[in-house]
């Protein structure tokens, strides 16, 4: 039979032991800490171009139309579009109201989803015009695309 200081080793080192051994059982058999076998919802990164559908056309009433069509779940944030074409040759954007949305990043923002339309006046008519369009969105499942810019060329006469 072991003597008192027998004793008392081996509960010192049982007791220094215990939470390395429960850590190592945890994580064997406990808790998935990564998430690797949890059940989740099984989240679709989009393409830009797929999450964001962008069309751009020359109106008879003189206006670049820009339109996009979003998945439920995808946004386009208010403040990050852009337009810009050659010197003086574009208008202010008329932009319609968003959704108010307080963003993690951005504080408290506009956003769109499903659809928006945006014209924006082109002032100085030319045998033809290129643009260029910038936007920024997010799907709300956390995942923001970076800041996106497309060009467009419009041959030919402008309205």
């Known amino acids: 039979m072991p ?16 939470p390395a051994a429960q850590t190592a059982t945890e994580l064997k058999a406990g808790p998935d800490p990564l998430g690797a076998n949890a059940k989740k919802e099984q989240r679709e990164i989009l393409a830009v171009d797929r999450a964001f559908a962008l069309t751009a056309e020359l109106s008879e009433d003189g206006f670049l139309v820009a339109t996009w069509r979003m998945p439920a779940g995808y946004y386009l944030y208010r403040h990050r579009f852009a337009f810009s074409g050659p010197d003086d040759a574009l208008g202010d954007p008329i932009i319609p109201d968003g959704k108010p949305r307080t963003d993690e990043f ?27 369009i910038g936007y920024q969105g997010c799907a709300d499942f956390g995942f923001c695309y970076p800041p996106e810019k497309k060009r467009f060329a419009f041959p030919g006469s402008v309205p």
Not at 109 to 118: F, L, N, P, R
Request: aromatic share 12%; net charge negative; with cysteine.
């Open 3 to 18: 003597g008192h200081a027998e004793r008392t080793a081996l509960l010192l080192f049982c007791i220094l032991a215990w």
């Open 106 to 132: 951005f504080g408290d923002v506009e956003v769109y989803y499903g659809e928006v339309t945006i014209r924006v006046p082109v002032l100085r008519r030319a045998t033809g015009i290129e643009v260029t």
